[in-house]
């Protein structure tokens, strides 16, 4: 519609309310004093009243801006609109009434008369306004009807009975050109069961899907919960491919009833909708006394772990917490965030790299820490295939490093945070932590120092995991890569399994080496389709998946178990001790790390590889020559 032509219709609207206005006066007037023989008493304040009435209302109306609506799609936000507008505009007539009342204008004024014309105003402007919507449209579907092909419509079950789901409905009975129709919702809440919404019955909870389904005829299923869980959305999805049929998850209404779910617009996938299995809970009762008035740090406080173990620490009050990393701008980013939502706790940054030995004992000299937490690392497995050298010095070196300075200062705990994949290690980032755990280790034992090791597998959206690649890739219209149908990895998030490293330093007296139960393995095609799913699209179809090949230093399979060594529970249901497990003797430990740094000083990344593979239980380093083979 044109500006013109809008203009053209609200002049009809102010020209239909200054008579509506005279109508509602005289109603109220005759309602009042029903005809009777003494209404000619009140003909001067009745004209008074009409006179005020015309010439207030239609303006306070026009400024309350009913005349800039298009009153087809006036909903409830309109309806307010109109009561605020006749309200302020009946109270104004009716000082306006009263005042000339009082000053002797006129005599006979039945003042209950106001409160009448209030009624009349409302129901005459409000329900002309919403006559224009209901013969909109009328018009409008008996046109869309007419319009759109013959068909067979669909048959929609919509998941959820809340507003989003209502709305989703309504617009599918409102525009018959989707042709969809909506046979019934599935909805939790005991209060909408046996009920209607837009006439539509509440048929049953979730749970009863697939009797639902087999019961109606359902062409598609629409989950209309934006928020709802991975779980809610894997098991309708799972119902429905099982019977063939089609569903949609609800990213938008307008993308939803489109049919065409723009990749920039996805639903928001939360981290747990990928576990498929229950979150670890949180319980930060036994962390007290370990870490509550003491000097904590964190080193490698920038990347993912460090800086949620930065987060989760600082709830529990520590006397001053050192953030400790070698890049600056994570570091930075770490200390704004953390300073937000601790405003009041001494946060240290302090930019450093763990293989500058004259640097740390700076820092603990001047800090003297109580609690130190090791995350930092090189961590990509790939990555590190191609910089030994790297990785050697780091991992290895850089922990002696902090193991060195932390029983030199007096540090009471110190917590290393391992992998998976420094059992039975087929990478160099598995061997080299498996290295820096035996320093750790040894320490401990031969220290007697609360020093301990802490294993899990793959972190859910940590920096440069699979899931936010992938969330890059699906963003970009696919596809997504994989390496190898078979590959399968331990998942766990971000605050599960720093909340459990801070459970088992807690326990921890010294020399114990944890795994944290991290569930059952997950095919990462799995976890690439689900992601897809729960983003509002279908693999194959919108997002297709395509396998790449094994990366060197990769294992279709981790191990969280070790085959040959003995484990016992712990007081936590999800952490596990190590009981057994093969270790070099202080001696040639400090040796083999003397060489270590010797090689990677001198260049020399196939010797380190030798070396790691004959000196680690089960180890199988791949060589140089066997990745060059890999990539021809």
Not at 137 to 142: P, R
Not at 278 to 293: C, N, Q, R, S
Not at 408 to 425: E, G, H, N
Request: glycine share 6%; charged share 20%.
């Amino acid at each position: 519609m044109n500006i013109f032509s809008r203009k053209i219709r609200n002049r009809y609207l102010f020209f239909g309310d200054i008579f509506l206005t005279v109508v509602s006066v005289l109603a109220s007037y005759l309602v009042r004093l029903e005809l009777i023989a003494i209404f000619p008493t009140y003909q001067y304040s009745l004209m008074w009243m009409l006179g005020a009435a015309v010439l207030i209302k239609p303006v306070v109306y026009y400024f309350f801006g009913i005349y800039r609506h298009i009153w087809r799609y006036a909903s409830t936000r309109e309806l307010l609109l109109i009561l605020s507008a006749v309200t302020t505009a009946s109270m104004i007539l009716s000082g306006t009434m009263i005042g000339l009342f009082a000053a002797g204008t006129f005599y006979g004024f039945p003042r209950s008369a106001l409160v009448i014309d209030w009624l009349f105003s409302m129901a005459f402007i409000g329900g002309s306004r919403f006559i224009f919507r209901v013969m909109a449209e009328s018009t409008s579907s008996a046109l869309d009807q007419s319009l759109i092909p013959s068909r067979r419509k669909k048959w929609v079950l919509v998941i959820g009975g809340g507003d989003a789901g209502a709305m989703v409905v309504r617009e599918m009975l409102k525009n018959p050109q989707l042709n969809m129709q909506p046979i019934g919702f599935l909805d939790d809440d005991p209060t909408k069961q046996n009920s209607k919404i837009h006439g539509i019955p509440v048929l049953a909870p979730l749970d009863e899907i697939e009797r639902i389904l087999d019961k109606h005829h359902v062409d598609e299923v629409v989950v209309a919960i934006p928020s709802a869980s991975g779980r809610v959305v894997r098991k309708v999805t799972e119902v429905c491919r099982q019977r063939n049929i089609a569903f949609r998850t609800m990213p938008g209404i307008y993308e939803l009833l489109g049919g065409a779910v723009s990749v920039s617009r996805l639903r928001e996938v939360d981290i747990p909708d990928l576990l498929r299995r229950e979150p670890v809970k949180m319980d930060t009762e036994a962390l007290g006394d370990v870490l509550e008035d003491r000097v904590v740090m964190v080193t490698g406080a920038g990347g993912s772990i460090g800086r949620e173990l930065c987060r989760q620490i600082a709830q529990i009050n520590p006397k001053r917490l050192l953030a400790l990393g070698h890049g600056e701008n994570s570091i930075f980013s770490a200390l704004i965030d953390l300073k937000e939502s601790f405003p009041d706790l001494e946060i240290i940054p302090l930019i450093a790299d763990v293989r500058d030995m004259p640097r740390l004992e700076a820092i603990f000299s001047r800090w003297q820490p109580e609690v130190v937490f090791h995350t930092a690392a090189h961590k990509h497995v790939p990555l590190m295939e191609s910089n030994i050298e790297e990785a050697t010095t780091n991992n290895i070196i850089g922990t002696q490093n902090v193991v060195k300075v932390a029983v030199a200062y007096d540090v009471q705990r110190l917590v290393m945070i391992s992998t998976d994949k420094a059992i039975q290690p087929v990478s160099i980032m598995g061997a080299t932590k498996r290295i820096a755990e035996m320093l750790v280790l040894d320490a401990a034992h031969h220290d007697q120092r609360a020093f301990t090791v802490v294993r899990f597998g793959n972190v859910l959206g940590s920096r440069g995991s699979v899931v936010p690649r992938f969330k890059r890739q699906i963003a970009m219209g696919g596809p997504i890569t994989v390496t190898h149908p078979d590959m399968k990895r331990y998942f766990m998030t971000i605050p599960e399994a720093v909340h459990l490293v801070l459970q088992a330093s807690a326990m921890s007296t010294g020399g114990e080496n944890y795994i944290l139960d991290m569930g059952q393995p997950v095919r990462i095609v799995d976890l690439a389709e689900d992601l897809i799913r729960l983003s509002g699209l279908e693999p194959g179809k919108d997002i297709e998946i395509v396998y790449t090949g094994i990366r060197p230093g990769e294992k279709l399979s981790e191990d969280l178990w070790e085959k040959g060594f003995a484990y016992s529970p712990t007081t936590h249901p999800d952490i596990h001790r190590v009981d057994s497990e093969e270790v070099l003797s202080s001696e040639k430990l400090e040796a083999v790390v003397a060489q270590l740094a010797t090689l990677a000083r001198e260049g020399k990344p196939e010797a380190i590889q030798i070396l790691l593979s004959e000196v680690i239980p089960g180890a199988a380093i791949q060589t140089i020559e066997a990745e060059l083979d890999m990539v021809e």
